[in-house]
């Protein structure tokens, strides 16, 4: 298993400009997050999904969209971005039994 | 709204010490807790998870307590080495409405020196 993956591992952008930022995994887990993280900050939830076609709001969503077509993928739009979205992005997938959760190696994003 | 606190928020030890990191969160109506390990500019790397039904999980030199009524867990590790530096995060699962959803500390950043 490659387990959680992502796409690309990093990414400048100037404001304004949209992307999206790939998530992927293996394990057939039906429930996968985002998460960023901002130095001297925990990680906090963008948004999160508990399977295909459902998708819901994290602590900070806003700037961000998410569509959920398949166990497998959980991609993340940026609409337009702004400097305040420079951050490590880290997307997460966990079990059903236990609760235990995977990330990925995640995402530096950079907005000029 | 859960808020969770790990002390210290560095530590450097030589190596070979036994050390304690501390972590303590507001809401005891958890799901799980996990710790986490993130070396520099990599992902986090699952080290441990306790249910909210154990007292401690251990793994190898690494054993980790939850104490839910008071809000802790603590994670100890024996007989520090130099590889075992790194940033480590604590992450509580809430109950209910939350559930799924992962609070984290700021982490501990362990230095390890020969």
């Known amino acids: 298993n490659a387990g959680v993956t992502q796409t690309p591992k990093f990414q400048v952008l100037k404001t304004g400009q949209s992307m999206t930022l790939q998530c992927a995994q293996d394990?057939?887990?039906?429930?996968m997050s985002w998460y960023r993280q901002d130095p001297g900050m925990g990680l906090r939830l963008i948004h999160y999904?508990?399977?295909?076609?459902?998708?819901d709001q994290g602590e900070v969503p806003n700037g961000y969209n998410v569509s959920r077509s398949t166990t497998e993928d959980f991609p993340l739009r940026l609409l337009s971005a702004a400097p305040s979205q420079t951050s490590v992005y880290f997307c997460?997938?966990?079990?059903?039994?236990?609760?235990?959760?995977?990330f990925g190696p995640g995402t530096r994003l950079t907005v000029t | 709204k859960q808020e969770v606190t790990q002390i210290p928020a560095a530590l450097s030890v030589p190596e070979g010490e036994n050390l304690v990191l501390n972590c303590s969160f507001t809401d005891s109506a958890i799901y799980n807790l996990q710790w986490f390990r993130q070396d520099p500019g990599k992902g986090l790397t699952s080290l441990l998870l306790?249910?909210?039904?154990?007292r401690e999980q251990t793994s190898g030199r690494l054993n980790a307590s939850l104490d839910k009524s008071s809000g802790r867990s603590t994670l100890y590790i024996a007989a520090s080495q130099p590889g075992d530096s790194a940033t480590y995060l604590c992450?509580?699962?809430?109950?209910?409405?939350?559930?799924?959803?992962?609070?984290f500390g700021r982490g501990t950043q362990l230095t390890v020196w020969p």
């Open positions: 394990m057939n887990h039906e429930y």
């Open positions: 999904s508990v399977g295909a076609g459902i998708t």
């Open positions: 306790i249910q909210s039904s154990q």
């Open positions: 992450a509580v699962m809430g109950r209910g409405s939350t559930l799924g959803r992962l609070y």
């Open positions: 997460a997938s966990r079990t059903g039994r236990s609760y235990e959760q995977y």
